[in-house]
C-alpha cells in the first residue's frame, strides 16, 4: 500500500475529500475561520490551527472525521462529546457520517479554546518544560 503525501496545504487538503466528510470539513473550517484568527496550516497530516502554538485541529480518516483540541478536556462543558486522550489536555469529538454539530457550538469551543491558548500560552512547550 502506498503512503499518502500530505497535502501542500488545507485547501488541497480538503480538495482531496470526498462525500460527507469534504461537507464536514468545509463546515468546521467555516465555523473556525469566524471565529478566530489563527494560522491554518498541514502539520502532523492533518489541519492545524496555530496561535502561540497549537489550539485544535480537522482531521478527515476513512469513516470519521475529528475535531480535536490541545486543552480539549477543558472544553467538555461546552460539549460532552469530546473525549480525552493524549498529551496536553488533549479532547477529540468524533463524527461519523450523519453526525452533526451546531457551527454556534464550534464557535464557541474555538473562542475558549483561543482564550485558553492567549492566557496559557503554547501548550507542547509547557509541557517540555513541566
Known amino acids: 500500500m502506498k503512503k ?12 482531496a475529500l470526498t462525500g ?7 463546515e468546521l473550517r467555516g465555523a473556525i475561520r469566524s471565529a478566530a484568527r489563527l494560522d491554518e496550516v498541514i502539520k502532523w497530516g492533518n489541519v ?14 476513512e469513516e470519521r472525521v475529528l475535531l480535536g483540541f490541545w486543552r ?9 462529546r469530546l473525549r480525552p ?10 463524527l461519523r457520517s450523519g453526525d452533526r454539530i451546531a457551527p454556534a457550538t464550534v464557535r464557541r469551543l ?5 482564550e485558553l491558548d492567549t492566557e496559557l500560552g503554547d501548550p507542547t512547550t509547557i509541557a517540555a518544560r513541566g
Open 4 to 15: 499518502a503525501v500530505p497535502a501542500a496545504n488545507p485547501d488541497v487538503y480538503v480538495a
Open 20 to 26: 460527507w466528510r469534504r461537507t464536514r470539513v468545509q
Open 48 to 61: 492545524v490551527y496555530l496561535g502561540n502554538g497549537p489550539v485544535l485541529m480537522i482531521r478527515a480518516e
Open 72 to 80: 480539549g478536556q477543558r472544553l467538555r462543558q461546552i460539549e460532552p
Open 85 to 94: 486522550g493524549g498529551k496536553y489536555e488533549m479532547a477529540t469529538l468524533e
Open 110 to 114: 474555538t473562542a475558549v479554546a483561543v
